[in-house]
């Protein structure tokens, strides 16, 4: 027994080596820096505009940011309900939820959501899933919230009027992503007829199963699909609670629609949980729904303090708590 702790401590060792190692790659340390440098220059060019968003936060309906923190607790819930449905085996609840916790602290310190993703990958391994099946669920849990995302904004623009300001901005961006769509599609076609086809398609079929395995139990579809629109409309329900917190009249499906096409547009850039990338996204699409600059600055600090500043610490500490604890 008293040999049990190195073994599983080399063990940790070897499985976070190459997830820590692929974290260093230069061109995404260098794209994260060249972003958040934008990023302070654009701060420092709008200090006023910044000085006064900030003045306008300060006093801002309290019942509002109430609701918008209530929404973000319930996020953590959300997004634990979904990992659920994405795996056949029942996962422990209540770790589950503070591991969700521990990947959104993670989130906004690594980048591109590596760092969720490393701490859900662990988790599931902790629980017994091997690493490729833990893999798929994660994969499955990241089609789905984009799927979903996807609907949810294609409904808003059919059913929401007065919205074709918002139009011009996503008409170039659906371009774009379909030409890397067809880059993408190239890439596989080669990747299957060259020499690793049978690895590939072994992979693709142990995916497959697990899929339909998951699909084959009326509670984690609900769980999987559920859980992933409801953490969809609750990030959104936050951002929503701040513009009203601030007493602005803009529809609540406008600023709902201005956050699903901003976090879209910031999975482009890898910063760390969307730092520089999502704000900016988000005070463009927010201007574009008809805010004014400063109201939309507000309401991004509001959304960020909320969703990612207040929780930081107390989630770095859950994540060493289950580190310890060998949860993770």
């Given at each position: ?24 790659r230069?061109?995404q ?10 990023v302070?220059?654009?701060l ?22 109430l609701?918008?923190a ?13 990992q ?48 490729t ?15 979903v ?7 808003l ?36 007829y ?54 602005v ?11 699903l ?18 704000d900016?996204?988000l ?24 969703t ?14 289950m ?6």
């Amino acid at each position: 027994m008293t040999g049990a702790a190195p073994v599983s401590g080399e063990r940790t060792a070897r499985a976070a080596g190459p997830a820590c190692r692929g974290l260093g790659r230069p061109w995404q340390l260098a794209v994260t820096v060249a972003v958040l440098a934008a990023v302070a220059w654009g701060l420092a060019a709008h200090r006023r505009t910044m000085d006064a968003g900030a003045d306008q936060l300060a006093g801002a309906d309290r019942d509002w940011l109430l609701a918008a923190a209530a929404a973000t607790l319930a996020t953590w819930v959300c997004a634990a309900i979904t990992q659920q449905g994405a795996v056949v085996e029942r996962l422990p609840a209540r770790r589950l939820v503070a591991a969700q916790f521990a990947a959104c602290a993670a989130n906004h310190v690594l980048p591109a959501g590596v760092g969720a993703s490393l701490v859900n990958l662990r988790f599931l391994t902790r629980c017994g899933l091997s690493t490729t099946r833990s893999a798929t669920a994660l994969a499955v849990k990241a089609a789905v919230g984009g799927l979903v995302r996807l609907a949810l904004a294609i409904l808003l623009l059919l059913t929401s009027p007065r919205v074709p300001s918002l139009s011009p901005a996503i008409s170039r961006p659906t371009l774009a992503q379909g030409a890397v769509g067809c880059v993408v599609l190239a890439v596989s076609a080669l990747i299957l007829y060259g020499p690793v086809r049978r690895r590939v398609r072994e992979a693709a079929r142990q995916a497959l199963a697990d899929v339909r395995a998951v699909h084959g139990k009326r509670s984690r579809v609900c769980a999987l699909w559920g859980g992933s629109l409801g953490f969809a409309l609750l990030h959104a329900a936050v951002l929503v609670a701040v513009v009203r917190a601030l007493d602005v009249s803009v529809p609540a499906e406008h600023v709902m629609l201005a956050y699903l096409l901003a976090s879209g547009a910031a999975v482009l850039l890898p910063t760390p949980g969307g730092l520089g990338s999502l704000d900016a996204a988000l005070v463009l699409t927010l201007t574009a729904a008809g805010t004014s600059g400063t109201v939309a600055l507000s309401a991004v600090f509001g959304y960020r303090f909320l969703t990612a500043w207040l929780p930081l610490f107390p989630g770095l500490v859950v994540w060493g708590w289950m580190v310890r604890r060998s949860v993770l």
